[in-house]
């Protein structure tokens, strides 16, 4: 009978205790939208249908809706999340985050984001950008899907997910951005920083290495193609090539910079046979963001460890240059980097020893490993099929891999037994002299 109230004391206690917690994390997230609901309301009418938190740590806002004073249409975002690591995170987000010890995990979740295109839409919200959007058929256009309501689209629909995983004991920190619009393109980013530890002693943290996947729709490339040829009465080879014919300034208006020959023909091939993008970063330790304005563009590519790739193919040209000049990279970035000073502060820099880089690529990977790589980008063959399914691993459990597909209609998510499996590849980081992977 004892052991039967302590155990009915416990269970009521631990229900109360949930309860509480919840309670408090509603109220805590509530008021915070009600404070932000006030702040935006001069420009914009903030509304939410609902507010969720798990013990798991996380807490998620449902059914937003952002309308601008004036406008005929508004955003809608069906769910925002914000995970942490169990209770703690719930408890830490009621007293505060510690400036000095940030939580060891954070993922930031907006799903469903539904951004109307047309009906002066754009003009209400972005008055001044909208006057300077590249035409659709311009090379500008074509890459930044501007105007694509002239195809049909009625809307941008997007789903994008924000993670970062820090160390503290060695003060590295790992950054993830996925970013995916529906019929459109999808892209992932992955960026490494060291020596976050020291950063109270004036230290500036260390990018080691960064990656940038890019993946089009074909479907809407095709589209666009096809649609722009028969504007311009041309079949679609002639109006790629059209694109490509234009002068310097051309260029520099719809790209912002020049590209050499390398860079026009992996943009041409990207347009031919819309695929895959992969920019690679490894910088080099003589590379200081306090010199960043008086690197000329060739020295930035150099020290920044540049590697690029369209379908799996390297670009070995990546030479551009700037409509103000080579000698003008402050121009634009200038404001992100104070000038420096010292020895080197009269536009030389020290020349770097070429050394290999590290570069990242698809890498088999053994399956007792793939908890490591969470998160990552991965490509799953199957015994069953000769095709493989590329996707971002979620998870492993209960002898199946959980594998999300962000396709440009929308995401899916598949589980695949691990004896179905014959092969997996993760886009991993190589020393290019050794063949051994960096991470």
């Known amino acids: 009978m004892k052991l039967k109230r302590v155990l009915s004391i416990t269970l009521v206690v631990g229900l109360v205790?949930?309860?509480?917690?919840?309670?408090?994390?509603?109220?805590?997230?509530?008021?915070g939208?009600?404070?932000?609901?006030?702040?935006?309301?001069?420009?914009?009418?903030?509304?939410?249908?609902?507010?969720?938190?798990?013990?798991?740590?996380?807490?998620?806002?449902?059914?937003?809706?952002?309308?601008?004073?004036?406008?005929?249409?508004?955003?809608?975002?069906?769910?925002?999340?914000?995970?942490?690591?169990?209770?703690?995170f719930l408890l830490d987000l009621l007293k505060g985050?510690?400036?000095?010890?940030?939580p060891r995990r954070l993922q930031l979740s907006v799903s469903r984001m539904a951004m109307p295109l047309g009906g002066g839409y754009l003009q209400q919200w972005f008055p001044a950008s909208s006057a300077t959007e590249p035409d659709l058929c311009t090379l500008g256009g074509l890459l930044g899907q501007t105007q694509i309501e002239r195809?049909?689209?009625?809307?941008?629909?997007?789903?994008?997910?924000?993670?970062?995983?820090?160390?503290?004991?060695?003060?590295?920190m790992t950054l993830l951005m996925d970013y995916t619009l529906d019929g459109l393109a999808a892209l992932s980013v992955e960026m490494s920083l060291n020596k976050l530890s020291s950063m109270d002693a004036g230290a500036m943290p260390v990018l080691e290495r960064f990656s940038l996947h890019y993946r089009i729709d074909p479907d809407y490339m095709r589209r666009t193609v096809d649609y722009c040829a028969g504007e311009a009465?041309?079949?679609s080879a002639a109006f790629i090539d059209r694109l490509f014919t234009g002068g310097s300034t051309y260029y520099a208006n719809n790209l912002g910079f020049i590209p050499g020959e390398g860079l026009r023909s992996a943009l041409r091939r990207l347009i031919s046979r819309p695929g895959d993008l992969l920019i690679t970063s490894v910088p080099d330790s003589q590379f200081s963001p306090a010199l960043l304005q008086q690197y000329k563009p060739q020295e930035l590519v150099r020290l920044l460890g540049l590697s690029l790739s369209v379908n799996d193919q390297p670009v070995t040209d990546l030479?551009?240059?700037?409509?103000?000049?080579n000698e003008q990279l402050a121009d634009l970035f200038g404001t992100l980097a104070p000038a420096a000073s010292g020895e080197n502060g009269g536009g030389e820099t020290v020349p770097a020893p070429a050394s290999p880089k590290p570069r990242a690529r698809f890498m088999a990977t053994p399956v007792a490993r793939l908890s490591r790589y969470i998160g990552g980008d991965v490509r799953v063959y199957g015994s069953e099929r000769a095709d493989p399914q590329q996707g971002i691993l979620m998870s492993l459990r209960d002898r199946q891999l959980e594998l999300e597909q962000r396709l440009y209609g929308g995401k899916m998510t598949l589980y695949i037994p691990l004896e179905k499996i014959s092969r997996v590849e993760v886009l991993r980081w190589e020393q290019p002299e050794t063949g051994e992977a960096v991470r």
């Open 151 to 172: 195809l049909g689209f009625r809307q941008r629909l997007a789903d994008t997910r924000l993670r970062y995983d820090f160390d503290r004991r060695s003060g590295e």
């Open 17 to 31: 205790a949930y309860a509480v917690l919840k309670g408090a994390v509603y109220y805590q997230v509530k008021t």
């Open 233 to 235: 009465g041309l079949d």
């Open 319 to 325: 030479s551009f240059s700037l409509p103000q000049g």
């Open 33 to 88: 939208l009600g404070r932000l609901t006030a702040m935006v309301a001069p420009f914009a009418t903030l509304k939410y249908e609902g507010i969720e938190s798990a013990l798991q740590g996380s807490v998620a806002v449902t059914g937003i809706s952002v309308m601008p004073a004036d406008a005929p249409v508004g955003i809608r975002i069906e769910r925002i999340e914000l995970q942490g690591e169990g209770a703690r």
């Open 97 to 102: 985050f510690d400036a000095e010890r940030p």
